[in-house]
C-alpha cells in the first residue's frame, strides 16, 4: 500500500512554495499595484507560475524524462482546466461570502481561495495525469 505523503508529494509541495511565492507576487502585484482586473491578474499568475511549475515538476519531482508535444499539452490543458474551475468556482463563492465587502477585499479573498483550490486539483492532474508513470 502506498503511503498518502510519500516523497513526491513533499517535492510537490517545495516546488509548490516556490512556484506560489513566484505566481502570487506577480498576481497581487498586478491586482493592487497595476489595477490589472481579477481575471488578467489571477490568470497572469498561472502564466508566470506555470513556466516555473513545468520545468521544476518536470525535472526535479516527476523526473520525466520524456520529450514530446505531448506532455506538454496534457500540462497545458491540465492548467487551463484546473484554473478555470478553481477562480470559476471561488470568486463567485467568495462574493456571495463576503458581500458586504469592498470589492478589492473580496477579489483578493476570492484569489486566495482560488489557488487552494488549484493548488489541490494541479496536484491530481499533474501526478495522475501529465507525468503518470
Known amino acids: 500500500m502506498k503511503k498518502p505523503i510519500d516523497w513526491v508529494t513533499i517535492k510537490f509541495l517545495i516546488v509548490g512554495v516556490i512556484n506560489t511565492l513566484v505566481g502570487t507576487s506577480v498576481m497581487f502585484l498586478f491586482y493592487n499595484v497595476f ?3 481579477y481575471w488578467v491578474a489571477s490568470a497572469l499568475n498561472y502564466i508566470v507560475g506555470s513556466i516555473v511549475s513545468f520545468f521544476l515538476n518536470k525535472y526535479f519531482t516527476f523526473k520525466s524524462g520524456e520529450k514530446s508535444l505531448s506532455e506538454v499539452l496534457r500540462f497545458i490543458i491540465n492548467i487551463t482546466v484546473c484554473y478555470i474551475l478553481a477562480y470559476g468556482i471561488a470568486k463567485p463563492c467568495v462574493h456571495s461570502l463576503l458581500g ?3 470589492l478589492t477585499v473580496r477579489d ?3 484569489m486566495l481561495v482560488g489557488m487552494c483550490l488549484f493548488v489541490v486539483l494541479n496536484y491530481i492532474g499533474q501526478r ?3 507525468f503518470k508513470r
Open 35 to 37: 489595477h490589472a482586473g
Open 108 to 110: 483578493n479573498a476570492a
Open 128 to 130: 495522475f495525469l501529465v
Open 100 to 102: 458586504r465587502y469592498s
